[in-house]
């Protein structure tokens, strides 16, 4: 890694810096710096500091999983809620909601619906021990559809007030007060980025092709189902797989030993920053984050849609 491109890293982590204090200090109720350290404030300043390092982890997930097939498919446009993941975990979460569970039971119920959705859509997808990237497309878009009006059904038939914690989960909620709960998303998410790191290279090789790959020595389908399998860690919130990947790549370039740190850090600034406009664009109303992803990933998918047309 050259001396520019450390400086970028290095330029990522004092953004990332400063946006995490403008986290903390900014919200329904303003705490300036210099009573930071108040003993009064340290309720407040604590809650803030956990919605921080979840929006930390949740973006660096949500941006590797991106990574990982975008690079598999070869496809800039791909992101977590082509698969089903997205879907999956969604359910899983829904059911969850319906029959009670809370606290570490609801993130629990949604990586084994999103684990269960990427057996499905591998099994669908897979011919003659292969996955070619069209089909694993294809049963993504019909595993996600055939999940989402499950959730659907299960949505009408709820009550008022499940409707309601559904409807806050889906959107994206980063009001996660948990410590343990914390900690094992964060071992959880962060080994699958060590994971995605260790096989940068053989993403490298998958991105100019699967014959390249092959010829490299490389055993792409093992690496598919190894490196893919992290996907299912990410949460329901859209576009961030999609947008920082692509915008990053622009920035820093292909080379997947880069491109993932730098994706990373650069997902964890945006989602800090989209937690800030969350909770201070009409306070003391807080807006789920995932619809301000959707109001900033949504032009932005259509301008690389257009732009992806007309280089074609």
Known sequence: MNRRLKRRLLVLSGILAIVALCGILKGSVNIPFTQLLLKENQPIVN?????????????????????????????????????????????????????????????????????????????????????????????????????????????????????????????????????????????????????????????????????????????????????????CICGIIGFVGLMIPHMMRLVVGPNHRVLIPATCLAAAVFMVACDILARTIFPPLEIPIGVITAILGAPTFIFLLKRSQRAR
């Open 47 to 231: 809650l803030r500091i956990m919605r921080i390092l979840v929006a930390i982890v949740a973006g660096s997930g949500l941006a590797a999983s991106g990574i990982v097939l975008q690079a598999i498919l070869r496809n800039p446009l791909a992101e977590p809620y082509l698969l089903g993941t997205s879907s999956g975990a969604g359910l899983g979460a829904v059911i969850a909601i319906i029959i009670g569970a809370s606290g570490l039971y609801l993130p629990l119920a949604a990586f084994i619906g999103a684990i269960s959705s990427i057996v499905l859509v591998y099994n669908l997808a897979r011919q003659n021990n292969k996955i070619p990237e069209q089909s694993l497309i294809l049963s993504g878009v019909i595993i996600s559809v055939a999940l989402s009006a499950i959730m659907v059904f299960l949505i009408s038939i709820s009550s008022n007030e499940v409707l309601h914690s559904i409807t806050w989960w889906l959107w994206g909620n980063l009001q996660v007060y948990d410590v343990g709960l914390l900690i094992t998303a964060g071992i959880i998410v962060f080994s699958g980025i060590i994971a995605i790191y260790i096989f940068s290279q053989d993403l490298n090789a998958i991105s100019m092709g699967e014959e390249e790959a092959i010829h490299l020595g490389i055993d792409v389908e093992a690496t598919k189902k190894i490196i893919s399998s992290v996907v």
